[in-house]
């Protein structure tokens, strides 16, 4: 197998903003949750069934789980989106094209840290509402975002093999 090629990309303007909203969406979390910690019960939703009801109950400690968990995918994936050259592509790697697929591969990652960090951030202002009493609506958010998250895959997928 031959060696890819091994480039750095700028990142976009789009690129870098997506990224700070990620990161402000994070540390917006901590913020709220450090904030109400002390008001919240002793028992907080742990899980949630596909109706989007609590059906899991936890010490509130439990609360911390999301953002924490969150935080270490956001860093991952970040780390993940440096080096396209590993990832695995629809089509052959060359000279010419590596640019532009590894542009794309990026954008996705970018986009993809976003939309998960997105999703948490809402599980975890759900988890706080249900603990507070305040009745669960959000049964619509998880098939949402999955068709968000698997969508944003396999638009990208899509563009790659057209680029080839």
């Given at each position: 197998m031959k060696q890819r090629p091994i480039l750095t990309i700028s990142m976009t303007f789009s690129e870098k903003v997506i990224k700070?909203?990620?990161i402000l969406l994070i540390g917006g979390q901590f913020i709220y949750l450090f904030y109400l910690y002390k008001s919240l019960p002793e028992k907080v939703p742990v899980h949630f069934n596909a109706m989007g009801k609590a059906d899991g109950w936890g010490g509130k400690g439990f609360i911390w789980t999301?953002?924490?968990i969150e935080s270490l995918l956001f860093i991952t994936l970040s780390i993940v989106e440096r080096y396209p050259h590993v990832n695995n592509y629809p089509v052959r790697i060359t000279e010419e094209n590596a640019p532009r697929l590894y542009f794309e591969a990026r954008r996705m990652m970018v986009t993809l840290n976003f939309e998960i960090v997105l999703l948490l951030s809402l599980i975890t202002w759900e988890s706080?509402?249900?603990a507070k009493g305040i009745d669960s609506n959000a049964g619509w958010f998880l098939p949402v975002f999955l068709l968000i998250?698997?969508?944003t895959v396999g638009i990208t997928v899509y563009r790659l093999v057209r680029m080839k």
């Open positions: 700070v909203l990620s999301i953002p924490i706080v509402q249900v998250i698997f969508g």
